[in-house]
């Protein structure tokens, strides 16, 4: 399809608004054979999404390996870092961590009980 649609001219540069261009949606579903196709025709493989992420970034973080290695080849930039809004770190570091103020439900649980009491032994 990529080879019908570029003979008939397609422009392997388009984006749409949000910056995607045909590269970057044949990283984004592995398909190193396109990639190749799109950058031999002229796709820039370091034109960036709005929020300034690129094909190699999105061929990496869905662990395309031959996609990353055909965009490497075809002169990606390896340090391109998302500086428009991208995805931030979570903080790992919280995870698990109970909120302040707050009792794990199980304690909860357990303040309410009724205190165990002993029947009176029938000696």
Request: charged share 25%; glycine share 10%; net charge positive.
């Amino acid at each position: 399809m990529i080879d019908t649609l570029l003979r008939a001219g397609a422009n392997p540069k388009a984006a749409n608004e949000f910056g995607a261009t045909a590269l970057y949606a044949a990283a984004a579903n592995a398909d190193p054979a396109v990639t190749v196709k799109l950058l031999a025709a002229g796709a820039d493989p370091n034109a960036a999404l709005a929020s300034g992420e690129t094909p190699l970034m999105e061929a990496a973080r869905r662990g395309n390996i031959a996609t990353v290695n055909a965009l490497l080849a075809g002169k990606a930039n390896p340090n391109a870092q998302e500086g428009k809004g991208g995805q931030k770190r979570p903080d790992v570091g919280n995870i698990g961590t109970p909120r302040r103020g707050r009792r794990h439900a199980g304690a909860e649980r357990r303040r309410h009980r009724r205190p165990f009491r002993r029947r009176a032994s029938a000696h």
